[in-house]
C-alpha cells in the first residue's frame, strides 16, 4: 500500500511502516516553544512531573516572539525566567527582535524537510512548508517531551488539497488559504494531514502561508510537497516523495483561474466570501504581519500599492516584520521607507497585535482588516471589535481608502 507525505515522516520515526490510527512514540526532531507557554511548560515539569533537567537539550528551541518586548513587568519576568532556564539547560534561544518562532525556524533551517516538529503553538503546522510534519501541543504534552525526549501521536489520515492553474492579478496564497478554510469549514479535517498538491512552482513564503493556516480547518499537519525552485538548498530525503499509491480521504480541487481575492468575516475563519461581497466596509485599523502573512514578500506587494501614497484619514496601519531578517531585506531596497512614508506604524518583528496583548490591541466596537491567521471574537482586543481576514494587496487597498477595497482597482 502506498504511503502519504506524513505516513512516510511517522514511519521513519516509529522505525516500521505506519497506517492512518497506528499510535506511536516518536522522538521528535525538533521541539519548540515560546516566551507565552516556557514559563508554564517549566512550572509543569518541575512540579508536576518532578524532573529538573530536560532530557535533551539539542532538541530543544525556544523563541521569545509572542509579547516581544514585554508589555508589562510580570511578561518581563516570565520572559527573564525563562531566558535564565534556557541559558542553565543549555537550550537554544532566538530571543525578543529575531521574530516569529516559525519564521525563525524556517529561516535558521532548524525545520527541513521529513523532519517531526512539534510546537507549543496551533500554527507549528508552519513547518510543512518546507516538507517537515509540524504540529502544535499544549504545554502538558511539551513538558512531557521535555522531560523524556518523547511523545505518542496518532497516525493521521490525510485529505488532498489539489491546485490547478496559477494566480491572477490581485489574487495570490491567502486567497487560496481562505478559499480552503471556506470549503473544508473549521472542523473540516480533524486531525488529518492536508497535503497541497499542484504547488511545485509557488514560492516558500506562499507555501508557508498554505501551511500556516491548515490547522484553521482542523487540521494535525498540514504539508506542502517539498520539491520545486522553492526547495534549492534543502537536503530532501531520498524516501520522502509523493507516492503515487498514496491512499486520501478526498481530495479538494480548487481551480486558480477562477478564484477572486477572498475575506474571511468576524468572527470564523471559515465565514468567507468574494471581496466583492464586503467591499465598502469602513475599518480603523489594517495589520499586515504575522507567520502567515510577514515577510518580505508580503510587505513588498503592500508598498508597491502605497509608495508615494498615504493611508486614509483615521486609519491605523501597523506592520509587524515576521523577523529581523524580512525586515532587514525591507530596509534595504526602500520597501520599508515607502510603508513609513505613507504612514505605517512599524513594531519589532514578532507577533505583534495578532492575539491583542500588545502593539495594536482593538478597542470597543473597533474594526480591523488583517493579514494574520484568526479572527475570533476579542482575539486582538476588545469582544465587540471585529476582524476581517485578507491578502496584504487587499491590506493595503483597504489602508488607502479607508474601507475594504480591492487592490485590482488600484493597478
Not at 294 to 312: I, M, N, Q, S
Not at 352 to 371: F, I, K, W, Y
Not at 374 to 386: E, H, I, V
Request: hydrophobic share 40%; charged share 20%; proline share 6%.
Amino acid at each position: 500500500m502506498g504511503q502519504t507525505l506524513s505516513q512516510q515522516i511517522l514511519s521513519h520515526k516509529a522505525g516500521r511502516a505506519v497506517i492512518p490510527g497506528d499510535l506511536i512514540v516518536v522522538e521528535p526532531d525538533v521541539v519548540m516553544s515560546h516566551d507565552s507557554l516556557s514559563p508554564s511548560i517549566i512550572k509543569i515539569m518541575r512540579e508536576q512531573l518532578d524532573v529538573e533537567r530536560v532530557h535533551n537539550p539539542e532538541q530543544l528551541v525556544m523563541v521569545f516572539d509572542h509579547v516581544a518586548p514585554a508589555s508589562t513587568v510580570g511578561t518581563a519576568n516570565a520572559q527573564a525566567e525563562a531566558r535564565q532556564f534556557a541559558a542553565r539547560q543549555g537550550i537554544r534561544l532566538f530571543d525578543v527582535g529575531r521574530g516569529v518562532c516559525h519564521q525563525v525556524l524556517v529561516e535558521e533551517k532548524i525545520a527541513r524537510p521529513g523532519l517531526l516538529v512539534m510546537g507549543s503553538d496551533s500554527h507549528s503546522t508552519s513547518y510543512g512548508s518546507v516538507g517537515a510534519f509540524g504540529s502544535g501541543m499544549g504545554s502538558t504534552d511539551i513538558a512531557l517531551i521535555w522531560a523524556t525526549g518523547r511523545t505518542w501521536l496518532r497516525v493521521p489520515e490525510t485529505l488532498r488539497v489539489q491546485v490547478n492553474g496559477s494566480f491572477r492579478p490581485g489574487v495570490a496564497a491567502k486567497d487560496l488559504a481562505l478559499k480552503i478554510g471556506q470549503q473544508l469549514t473549521i472542523a473540516g479535517a480533524t486531525y488529518m494531514t492536508v497535503e497541497y498538491h499542484g504547488l511545485d512552482w509557488l514560492p516558500l513564503p506562499d507555501r508557508q502561508t498554505l501551511a500556516s493556516m491548515a490547522v484553521e480547518v482542523g487540521a494535525k499537519a498540514g504539508i506542502v510537497p517539498p520539491f520545486g525552485a522553492a526547495m534549492q538548498g534543502y537536503d530532501v530525503p531520498d524516501w520522502l516523495h509523493v507516492d503515487p499509491d498514496a491512499q486520501y480521504v478526498s481530495t479538494l480541487t480548487i481551480d486558480l483561474a477562477e478564484l477572486e481575492p477572498q475575506v474571511a468575516l468576524p468572527h470564523a475563519v471559515d465565514q468567507v466570501a468574494d471581496l466583492s461581497n464586503v467591499a465598502g466596509t469602513p475599518v480603523n485599523q489594517v495589520f499586515i504581519g504575522t507567520c502567515t502573512n510577514g515577510r518580505y514578500e508580503d510587505l513588498a506587494e503592500a508598498a508597491r500599492y502605497l509608495r508615494g501614497k498615504h493611508v486614509a484619514p483615521g486609519i491605523r496601519l501597523v506592520v509587524t516584520p515576521a523577523s529581523s531578517r524580512e525586515l532587514a531585506r525591507a530596509a534595504s531596497d526602500g520597501t520599508l521607507t515607502a510603508l513609513v512614508e505613507a504612514g505605517a506604524i512599524l513594531t519589532s518583528p514578532g507577533c505583534g497585535p495578532c492575539m491583542g496583548r500588545h502593539q495594536g490591541a482593538l478597542g470597543d466596537n473597533e474594526v480591523c482588516l488583517s493579514t494574520a491567521n484568526r479572527n475570533f471574537r476579542g482575539r486582538m482586543g476588545a469582544p465587540t471589535s471585529k476582524i476581517y481576514l485578507a491578502s496584504p494587496a487587499v491590506a493595503a487597498a483597504t489602508a488607502l481608502r479607508g474601507v475594504i477595497s480591492d487592490p485590482r482597482e488600484l493597478e
